[in-house]
């Protein structure tokens, strides 16, 4: 069992919910926690491909009203650290991922019920004026809610290690081909999802852009060349035009003009109204 990579997914996961439930930042997403785990276990690369994967099947999760979420951040900690030091691949760590979210989410839940119960504590606190006693107060139960995280991420993870990977030897080879195929699904729900609120009959044309451009500009590149008798075979793979951040940028300066449009039809509205408003005052004065 591995103390050290104990101590650095509950350090993790402890400053992943501190950032969250601080300041409620995305700081604790997936795409920038696990990539930071990958760096301090000693897996960068993995950590990149790992928080890729994870971000693309928790982007659409959000809560909506009363609805809790999937405890994203723990399950993608839990699922990308055991994946790394147990050296499974990206199907292993989604099969942990997505159900240690749900219970994460229960989880939290637990731990809301008992800090709620001390909020008459400190409703009596402010009726009394004691501002200090409030304060220390509120600092005790924060440390005490992030050292919690702190404690299962470390306990689960030095604990959970030969129980994981027991359960990892165990899955048959058809269920582990099933788990990769579902692996590469989980992604394409995930935006499917996140396409689904974020749907717009203006917008979604830029959707095919992005997929089309993805898709197209590529050509096939000559890597070999072999004599076959009197014929010459040639190795050839398919090579992108343009690399991923040269279309993210395209993409981000389509955005700004979108965005920048949405922000010139939002105040021609506002001078309309105004326009509209100052003409009304005019005739009401008139016809007094």
Known sequence: ????????????LMGAKFLDWTCSSQLSRPIVCVPVLGLLLGHPQEGLTLAAEMELIFIGNVSLGGVMP?????????GSAFAMILGQNVSVAVTLAVPLSALGTLLYSCMKIVVTMIVPRFEILLTEHKVGSYKRLWFAQAIVFVLCYFVLGFVCTLAGQPVVQAFVDALPTWLQKSLTVASTMLPALGLALLLKQLYTPTEFP?????????????????????LDGKAVNLTSAPTPILTLVELALFGGALAALVIFNEFRKINEKKAAHAISASSDESEDFFND
Do not use: K
């Not at 999937?70 to 839990?78: E, L, P, V, Y």
């Not at 095919?208 to 096939?220: E, K, L, P, R, T």
């Open 1 to 12: 069992m591995d103390v050290y990579a104990a101590l650095m997914v509950g350090l993790v």
């Open 70 to 78: 999937s405890d994203i951040t723990m399950g993608a900690i839990f």
């Open 206 to 226: 830029y959707f095919f852009v992005g997929f089309g451009a993805i898709a197209f500009f590529s050509y096939n590149n000559v890597t070999a060349a072999a």
